[in-house]
């Protein structure tokens, strides 16, 4: 029988994960040096070792279902652009995504525990992790349906930037016009779909911010209080989607091409690549003198 003792000694002495640890007693009888041959064979051990390593490179990836109901944007990270740009790792992105079609999870832990091919989605990440010798982490997901709308997602750089838009209207280029919106939001980052959107406190502190700005020059009080209004309206046009001036036609607004494509946007979503992540510091010094002493 396998203890929980059992398990918390593999695993101080490999690093690997509590059920990697526990599974590999089961399969071997409860042999702890056994287990420690499993896991270094399954190179989970390698995989534990590689977990505290920083993984701040990766792909967005999108896959939209045919008849655009069903979509999802993912991001999947490991250490270094050097992968990122593999086939494989960009195969294994795709079979992430697919995996989040297939079995609708609602959070990265449970996508963790979906099954692919007998495996679970966590296990495959492990043997990545062990195969290509980078930690690896899927960061994000969001899975859009819709009955009503329509679907569509843009990738832009090679996967450093993606969108994903849901779009309704009686245009029959409805999915034309989605994909411009889509390329819209990658190009201008936009925040939220209209200013009615934004939230009162987020008005309101951008409103104290900019009546300071404008103190701070000198102005009066009723003339600052005129600044702020029309530096407000500035501020809407950058962080409102409808209000951008639309990139294929900078002299009209989303919303001017959205009104004559009969065309409504409810909802976005933008990852790029990496953003939050702290990214890899070299010390090239560090590094030379590293391997001096080897």
């Known amino acids: 029988m396998v203890t929980a003792a059992m398990v918390k000694e593999l695993r101080e002495r490999t690093g690997a994960g509590m059920m990697d640890c526990k599974k590999a007693l089961e399969e071997t009888g409860g042999d702890l040096e056994k287990a420690i041959e499993y896991l270094r064979e399954k190179g989970l051990a390698a995989a534990a070792k590689k ?39 960009g195969t294994f992105v795709n079979t992430v995504a697919e995996a989040i079609l297939e079995n609708s999870p609602s959070t990265v832990e449970d996508l963790l525990q ?52 849901e779009v309704t209207g009686n245009a029959g280029d409805l999915l034309e016009t989605a994909k411009d919106v889509a390329m819209q939001v990658a190009a201008s980052r936009p925040e939220y779909v209209t200013r009615e959107q934004v939230p009162a406190e987020m008005v309101e502190k951008e409103r104290e911010i900019l009546k300071v700005q404008a103190m701070n020059e000198g102005k009066p009080e009723n003339i600052a209080e005129k600044m702020v209004t029309g530096r407000l309206e500035k501020f809407f046009k950058e962080i409102c989607l409808v ?50 002493k080897c």
Do not use: W
């Open 114 to 165: 979906m099954q692919v091919d007998g495996k679970t989605v966590g296990e495959l990440v492990t043997e990545k992790i062990a195969k290509i010798g980078e930690n690896m982490s899927i960061r994000r997901f969001e899975l859009y349906e819709t009955t009503e709308g329509a679907l569509e997602a843009y990738i832009h750089g090679a996967g450093r930037i993606g969108v994903l838009v």
């Open 51 to 89: 977990a505290g390593r920083i993984a701040a490179e990766g792909l967005v990836a999108a896959n939209v279902e045919a008849g655009n109901k069903r979509a999802v944007l993912v991001e999947v990270n490991c250490e270094t652009d050097f992968v990122a740009k593999t086939e494989e790792f």
């Open 243 to 292: 209000e951008q001036p639309f990139i294929r036609e900078p002299d009209i607004s989303v919303q001017k091409m959205l009104d004559q494509k009969q065309v409504k946007v409810l909802r976005f979503v933008r990852y790029e690549m990496g953003e939050g992540l702290q990214k890899r510091e070299t010390d090239l010094a560090a590094e030379v003198a590293a391997l001096q």
